[in-house]
């Protein structure tokens, strides 16, 4: 073996928010800490998430929110049909308010709890300076406390021996590392970026008909690597689903147009006809999934004059991200269009008639103008036939000029890959603990069913990846003392 050989308590593999949330802990407990993140810098994804899910907060007392544990439990529970792990589900809740306390105590700063779609529990606790602001808080408390940082160091392979972990293998300059530790936590970000396995477990090409959004290297190196120890399965498969337009470089994230395609007016499919109830723009899951059912990976978004002048005078009514909240204004819309068509855009298209719309879309001309006529015919009337959607978001497309937007299926990350128990625990094929190993976030599985739990818990995939690291890392501390 070449190179150093390094003796260690516990080794975090990843160094998001759930390994580093992990790693403070176990170094608050008095146990030496080394942490290995293959990428030249700290926090991958989990320097872009804007707030995280938690219950009975002090800060929630003091707001009179009163949704508290038991019915947060219930709720999703009941939105996987209880095919997520109820033990696990119940600790995440559980833990969520004293993580929060406890990230405070670390100098992380919250702004007001809120909900990010109408009448949902205020569950989401939106933090000041995005996930960032997490990473570099907690970094400062780990190295206070001693934990060691190994970056630009993928770990190889995890070591085995009478059952039992006994550290990893990992690489620097070109070299295998031998790290000798009782505990390793995997916490390595999920698949997200390897085609083969998103083809295989989620049905999708890569790039092609779903696009993964702040992922980058995002290998499954930490669910091979347990299942390469015997580890069991859960949740291959769960992606963190939404859709958006339009997508690329040339376009500005939660920019005008996007502000404008994300309202919940009339989306068409790829052949021009409508598909869904449109208000659930408001329930990223929802709107994902119903985009995912489309092989070309993108639906339309249709908008007009019309709506654009009811945007200008009272704003958009689906908030898009924290700074563009419900009353915002498209300001910029025109000048980013014009952009768009200056360029020669494949995601935007204007257009003085239906027609002359539906050609640049590449649909059939008749079936969009009839789904249009369908439509506003509802919009007169003041009911939905088809969708049953909330007449409130029953708003006709009068021209005299009209937008479409490609919405690409997008996705945030993978959900699941390791089978662990409510203690963050790996277990193997018998259902058995693996002792020493310990997972969480995106390569954990058994807090979702097939979806993502978005409409009863704002913020839960964030919550789940700080929560199970710390879990992970209370029962790393009592395993330690064995």
Known sequence: MNGPSTETDLVVIGSGVTGMAAAVTVAEGGAKVVVFEKQRSLGGTSNFFSGMFAVETARQRESYITYGRDEAFRNIMEYSHWRANARLVRAIVNESAETIAWLLAHGVEFRPETINMPDAPRTYHPVKGQGSAVIKALTVSAREKGVDFELGAPVKRISKERGQIVGVVAERDGEEWEI????????????ANNREWIKRYCGFDLDVNVMPIGNVDKTGDGIRMAFEVGAAEEGLGVLETYAAGPFGEDFAMKGPLEMVSAQPDLWVDPTGGRYCDESIAFYDTSMGNANARYPEGFTYRLSDDSILQILMERGIEKQLGMDNPPGTRPVDFEKELKAAEERGSKEVFAAGSVEELAQKMGVDSGVLKRTIEEYNGFCARGHDELFAKNPRYLRPLKGPRF????????????????????????????????????????????????????????????????????????????????
């Open 180 to 191: 000798v530790s009782r505990a390793v936590l995997i916490a390595s970000g999920g698949y």
């Open 403 to 482: 937008y479409a937007v490609k919405a690409r299926t997008l996705f945030l990350g993978t959900l699941g890959g390791i089978k662990i128990n409510h203690r963050a625990e790996v277990l193997d094929k018998k259902g058995k603990v693996i002792p020493g190993l310990y997972a969480g976030g995106f390569d954990a599985g058994g807090m979702w069913g097939d979806s993502y739990c978005i409409r009863v818990s704002s913020g839960l995939s964030a919550g789940f990846a700080v929560n199970s690291g710390r879990i992970a890392a209370k029962n790393v501390i009592d395993y330690l003392k064995r």
